[in-house]
């Protein structure tokens, strides 16, 4: 057993989130054991209450409480990376330079851990160093069964750059879906906003977003604002259509539930647009029967940004997931058929 610690955040360090700082420090410690250690209030920043999401700044002190070998012995275990996850991961690389890499995230896949997922994108980030010491770190993120861009900083100056621009909404993410319905009028603005509703689960499993109209988050605690743009790139016979998404603000589940609000849940979204709900043509219910996978329909195809070193805009771009690419298939769409950034020539 290790004695009480504070460590001060060093220079290099700073601005990150403090789980990732903290497994910076040990190696071994686990996130659901940092989770555990925050919750207690064995964790501390400046003598104060933390989250695992807390950021830590430069100059901070950080209380680690003495790090035990008394819990499961898959707390405390490093993982190793195996070899099929190895192949699995390193196959998903869409971009990659000395700065940054770039993932095509496969559907299923968490981006973070947490207390029920083992096996996710930071976990297996080792099998990403491609002959660098540190390992890629997490810039921004997507939900679990969301597919498509994620890109990683690998080294600490491009992973604070990188951070800085999803924080100050300098890259653009272009979302694909297919949506049940078709949305009229077939391009628009959806600004409702969302606040967390609690799940049914002892920690809160199962939440979700619900809806608000602009004028009551001023009014709603925890309410936040959330935008989202949309257009229509096809509809087949008023049941389902084609749509690209722009998230202007990054919300927990925006794009979900706000086509689910507007009355054009995603296809597969058991959470907000009903799980037993079959689409019979009349453009509701998340499921459309027949061939078309049960799995969500939800893809992040390009993103957009600013090199964080040499300045060079980049356009980076995810094929589809093998379930949506067989949708696309059956339904005829042509991925060919529509420009990477489709909102360009709209007028709102």
């Known amino acids: 057993m290790s004695q009480v610690q504070f460590i001060t955040v060093g220079e290099d360090d700073g601005d990150q989130r403090l789980d990732r700082w903290l497994r910076r420090q040990f190696p071994d410690l686990s996130q ?12 501390r920043v400046d003598k104060g209450r933390v989250k695992p999401a807390t950021r830590v700044e ?23 990376v195996s070899d099929a996850d190895t192949k ?15 993932l095509n995230k496969p559907p299923g896949l968490p981006v973070q851990g947490g207390s029920k997922q083992t096996r996710h994108v930071d976990g297996l980030s080792e099998a990403l160093t491609f002959g660098l010491e540190d390992n890629p770190r ?45 949305p009229s009028p077939k391009s628009g603005t959806i600004k409702f906003g969302l606040v967390k509703a609690p799940g049914h689960g002892s920690r809160g499993e199962g939440e979700k977003m619900h809806c608000l109209h602009p004028d009551e988050v001023r009014l709603t605690e925890g309410a936040k604002r959330a935008t989202t743009d949309f257009t229509t790139l096809s509809n087949l016979g008023g049941r389902v259509s084609w749509v690209a998404m722009v998230p202007i603000t ?21 959470k907000y647009g009903g799980s037993g709900q079959e689409n019979m043509g009349d453009g509701w219910g998340s499921q459309l029967g027949g061939d078309i996978s049960k799995k969500l329909h939800l893809h992040a195809r390009h993103l957009i940004l600013e090199h964080p070193i040499t300045g060079a805009t980049l356009t980076l771009t995810a094929p589809l997931p093998p379930h949506m690419e067989r949708t696309w298939s059956q339904f005829q769409w042509d991925a060919g058929d529509v420009e990477v950034d489709p909102f360009e020539d709209l007028m709102w």
């Open 250 to 270: 990054g919300r927990t589940h925006q794009l979900r539930a706000h086509m689910a609000e507007v009355g054009h849940p995603i296809i597969g979204d058991g």
């Open 58 to 80: 430069t100059g901070q002190t950080v209380r680690v409480p003495p790090i035990t070998n008394d819990g499961p012995r898959q707390e405390f275990y490093k993982r190793r």
């Open 138 to 182: 997490l810039v921004h993120r997507l939900d679990k069964d969301t597919s498509g861009v994620l890109i990683l900083g690998r080294s600490r100056k491009a992973t604070v750059a990188l951070t800085e621009a999803f924080r100050h909404r300098a890259t653009r993410k272009i979302y694909w879906a297919a949506v049940a319905g078709a």
């Open 32 to 43: 659901v054991k940092i989770e555990k250690m925050c919750r207690k209030g064995e964790l």
């Open 88 to 102: 699995m991961i390193q196959n998903c690389v869409i971009y990659r330079d000395d700065h940054i890499i770039a």
